[in-house]
């Protein structure tokens, strides 16, 4: 089985301060992740992916995740947060096999704070 | 290229009324999910579909029934609509095991 966890439902940062929100997955078999996000009544973007080649990966609008496979995590970071990042964002994973099994984690609310 | 669109962006229904969410994906992906989105649960799977004539059924089918007569469209019908149906509804398409691409959404309110 399959599922992610996203380890906090809320954040709250300052406008030019580090972001960082928390994603944890388990799965039996090399998993794909994906961090997307949502600003109010829209709908999914994607921001990056992981799908086995480098563990860090870059993705638009500065933000970044790290696959960690000892620690079973794909944390989201940036560096500085822009008012314009507030949204909510949701770790993916996809589980390679038959079919493609899709887990989304609960979300994380991201405010940040002029 | 449109990428998946969605109608109707909103919609009201009463108990027990029928409707179709419409989508439609011009990227040739093989591919179709619809989800529900309530607050605070992330997005559930209620179907998929791996290619034309193919579905099956996601975390939370009950109340709903799809079909996928082309590779382009993979509507979603719900037949007694009843207030725990009250959601926002996204369609997604994508190629294999790489990242999925969304609709808009469908708001939709069961009264």
């Known amino acids: 089985a399959q599922s992610v966890t996203q380890l906090d439902s809320h954040v709250s940062v300052s406008e030019g301060t580090p972001v960082l929100l928390r994603c944890n997955y388990s799965s039996s078999y090399s998993p794909s992740l994906f961090w997307y996000v949502q600003h109010p009544n829209k709908g999914l973007q994607l921001l990056l992916k992981?799908?086995?080649?480098?563990?860090l990966v870059k993705g638009i609008n500065g933000f970044e995740a790290e696959f960690k496979k000892s620690e079973t995590s794909f944390h989201l970071t940036k560096p500085s947060a822009h008012m314009s990042d507030a949204a909510e964002y949701f770790c993916v994973v996809i589980l390679s096999g038959g079919y493609q099994k899709v887990t989304f984690g609960t979300g994380t609310k991201l405010q940040v704070i002029p | 290229n449109a990428g998946v669109t969605q109608t109707p962006k909103f919609r009201i229904l009463k108990i027990g009324q029928s409707m179709t969410l419409q989508c439609t994906q011009d990227m040739n992906h093989n591919y179709m999910y619809w989800y529900r989105q309530d607050p605070g649960m992330g997005l559930k799977l209620i179907y998929y579909s791996v290619g034309a004539g193919i579905t099956d059924k996601g975390e939370v089918p009950n109340g709903y029934n799809v079909s996928r007569s082309t590779t382009e469209d993979f509507p979603l019908r719900l037949e007694l609509a009843a207030p725990s149906q009250t959601s926002v509804y996204f369609c997604a398409s994508s190629y294999s095991r790489t990242e999925s691409f969304f609709g808009q959404g469908t708001r939709l309110t069961v009264v």
């Open positions: 992981y799908t086995s080649a480098a563990t």
